[in-house]
Nanobody, 115 residues
Framework: QGQLVESGGGLVQPGGSLRLSCAAT????????LAWYRQAPGKARELVAS???????NYADSVKGRFTISRDNAKTTLYLQMNSLKTEDTAVYYC?????????WGQGTQVTVSL
């Protein structure tokens, strides 16, 4: 059974930066499509960014130009660099790994953007 563990969340002021990490174990990491989702209070979970096994990336319109998703297959770790953070980026951020019918989720890490 694969496992994903997020880290790097916290409190940051508007305009600041954070880098989230997602460490994977017990899965063939390089084969997986990976993604970051987020869920704000009272809202549905939404896709933030994804990266395929070949490195192709996709971003939600709301984060384009501010967030960068990347993966290090050697370290079996997924990253999300978040710059120019806004208050509306406040949410719990989840790491996701998808390979056919096999889907894994992390437990989430809280990101709060506030003065």
């Amino acid at each position: 059974q694969g496992q994903l563990v997020e880290s790097g969340g916290g409190l940051v002021q508007p305009g600041g930066s954070l880098r989230l990490s997602c460490a994977a174990t017990r899965m063939t990491f390089k084969l997986y499509r990976l993604a970051w989702y987020r869920q704000a209070p009272g809202k549905a979970r939404e896709l933030v960014a994804s990266i395929t096994s070949l490195g192709s990336t996709n971003y939600a319109d709301s984060v384009k130009g501010r967030f960068t998703i990347s993966r290090d297959n050697a370290k079996t770790t997924l990253y999300l660099q978040m710059n120019s953070l806004k208050t509306e980026d406040t949410a719990v951020y989840y790491c996701n790994g998808d390979f056919g019918r096999v889907v894994y989720w992390g437990q989430g890490t809280q990101v709060t953007v506030s003065l």
